[in-house]
């Protein structure tokens, strides 16, 4: 039996590099060498065992922000080939239940990803079906590549949002909320705010997209500064990227009347928001979600990196092999000069560039 390395979470807080059988695929699948695969914050999440439905998935290979090389291909494949750089949603869907038949993939009765609910890509290879694959052109280096996944649930968000020119926008969080300020500014948006407690983020969302950000650990009331500066009206959308209860409650004091919540970060289970309904009703606020991309997105975000309209490269900080991955995911938490880390199966020393 081939086999390959692989990072498992045998249980919250406890992953092991171990050899695990390589994928066997079936004739509507491809095997992908992993190139590159991004940390997203979910993974944090899943490691911690944050999530409860994940929880009970484990033992599992995590990783679902990743590019590779098609290594072998099933009989059934059309239109790639082996050697080809590709990347993959990672969204799997019956594609017959009622949410499915509506085009509503991501409510999917049977939803799963990869590298979320099934095996990923923090291994040497992971498998995909055929149909969920992107070529990755030339113009995306090997970096950027690994941005592709994140953009599109990005997207996802941005198109829910329908940001208009000339609107305001507040993004809270300034991970990959970063990246939503960009396509807010993208679309149009003035002013862009971004809120978050880490100085080095902050700084390099200013430097990307935002024209104010506010550090909550030097203003502390980052609500009179949000309605400061948009004239004490609010803003006109308020996009939540953290996953707190707290965070959540603030939007909605952020936004103006007739404004919209984007509601993307991902709570615990047992993290409840208290929100007055009489604000729906009487200031007639809007909220929506978005968790992820799916499909064409895929399609989109490779158009915007190969495009350089979106420049994602300066928030990459390292890039550690695979047998660290552990050890790179409590360093997030603890080193704020750390925004981007990706992982890489073929590197076998660190790549810093902070």
Same mark, same amino acid.
């Given at each position: 039996?081939?086999?390959?390395?692989?990072?498992?979470?045998?249980?919250?807080?406890?992953?092991?590099?171990?050899?695990?059988?390589?994928?066997?695929?079936?004739?509507?699948?491809?095997?992908?060498?992993?190139?590159?695969?991004?940390?997203?914050?979910?993974?944090?999440?899943?490691?911690?065992?944050?999530?409860?439905?994940?929880?009970?998935?484990?033992?599992?290979?995590?990783?679902?922000?990743?590019?590779?090389?098609?290594?072998?291909?099933?009989?059934?494949?059309?239109?790639?080939?082996?050697?080809?750089?590709?990347?993959?949603?990672?969204?799997?869907?019956?594609?017959?239940?009622?949410?499915? !038949?509506?085009? %509503?993939?991501? $409510?999917?009765? +049977?939803?799963?990803? /990869? &590298?979320?609910? #099934?095996?990923?890509?923090? @291994?040497?290879?992971?498998?995909?079906?055929?149909?969920?694959?992107?070529?990755?052109?030339?113009?995306?280096?090997?970096?950027?590549?690994?941005?592709?996944?994140?953009?599109?649930?990005?997207?996802?968000?941005? !198109?829910?949002? %329908?940001?208009? $020119?000339?609107? +305001?926008?507040?993004? /809270? &969080?300034?991970? #990959?909320?970063?990246?939503? @300020?960009?396509?807010?500014?993208?679309?149009?948006?003035?002013?862009?705010?971004?809120?978050?407690?880490?100085?080095?983020?902050?700084?390099?969302?200013?430097?990307?997209?935002?024209?104010?950000?506010?550090?909550?650990?030097?203003?502390?009331?980052?609500?009179?500064?949000?309605?400061?500066?948009? &004239?004490?009206?609010?803003?006109?959308?308020?996009?939540?990227?953290?996953?707190?209860?707290?965070?959540?409650?603030?939007?909605?004091?952020?936004?103006?009347?007739?404004?919209?919540?984007?509601?993307?970060?991902?709570?615990?289970?047992?993290?409840?928001?208290?929100?007055?309904?009489?604000?729906?009703?009487?200031?007639?606020?809007?909220?929506? &979600?978005?968790?992820?991309?799916?499909?064409?997105?895929?399609?989109?975000?490779?158009?915007?990196?190969?495009?350089?309209?979106?420049?994602?490269?300066?928030?990459?900080?390292?890039?550690?092999?695979?047998?660290?991955?552990?050890?790179?995911?409590?360093?997030?938490?603890?080193?704020?000069?750390?925004?981007?880390?990706?992982?890489?199966?073929?590197?076998?020393?660190?790549?810093?560039?902070?």
């Amino acid at each position: 039996m081939r086999m390959m390395k692989a990072q498992v979470i045998e249980e919250p807080n406890k992953m092991t590099y171990k050899d695990v059988p390589v994928p066997q695929i079936n004739d509507e699948e491809v095997l992908i060498k992993v190139k590159m695969c991004g940390i997203c914050g979910s993974d944090w999440g899943s490691y911690t065992g944050k999530y409860a439905d994940e929880r009970k998935l484990l033992p599992l290979t995590t990783g679902h922000e990743f590019w590779g090389i098609i290594e072998e291909a099933g009989k059934n494949v059309e239109g790639f080939k082996v050697g080809d750089r590709v990347a993959a949603d990672i969204c799997i869907t019956c594609g017959t239940c009622y949410y499915c !038949r509506r085009g %509503e993939g991501l $409510l999917c009765s +049977s939803f799963k990803q /990869i &590298g979320i609910h #099934l095996s990923g890509a923090f @291994a040497e290879y992971v498998k995909v079906p055929w149909r969920n694959l992107f070529i990755v052109p030339d113009e995306i280096d090997d970096y950027e590549a690994a941005f592709i996944e994140p953009l599109t649930a990005c997207l996802n968000a941005s !198109r829910k949002m %329908e940001c208009k $020119l000339a609107t +305001s926008v507040v993004v /809270i &969080g300034c991970g #990959l909320g970063i990246i939503h @300020a960009a396509l807010a500014k993208l679309r149009g948006a003035a002013p862009v705010i971004v809120i978050g407690d880490n100085s080095e983020r902050l700084a390099m969302a200013r430097k990307l997209a935002a024209d104010y950000t506010i550090n909550i650990n030097e203003t502390p009331d980052a609500i009179a500064e949000v309605m400061k500066l948009t &004239g004490g009206i609010g803003a006109d959308y308020v996009l939540e990227a953290v996953g707190s209860s707290k965070t959540y409650e603030q939007a909605f004091k952020m936004v103006r009347r007739g404004g919209k919540v984007e509601a993307f970060g991902i709570c615990a289970d047992d993290d409840f928001a208290s929100l007055a309904p009489v604000q729906f009703v009487l200031e007639e606020i809007k909220v929506s &979600g978005s968790c992820a991309g799916i499909g064409n997105d895929w399609g989109d975000a490779i158009r915007l990196l190969k495009y350089k309209r979106i420049s994602p490269k300066p928030l990459i900080s390292m890039v550690v092999p695979l047998a660290e991955l552990e050890d790179a995911l409590k360093e997030i938490r603890a080193n704020p000069k750390l925004v981007k880390v990706l992982v890489s199966p073929e590197l076998k020393e660190r790549q810093l560039f902070y």
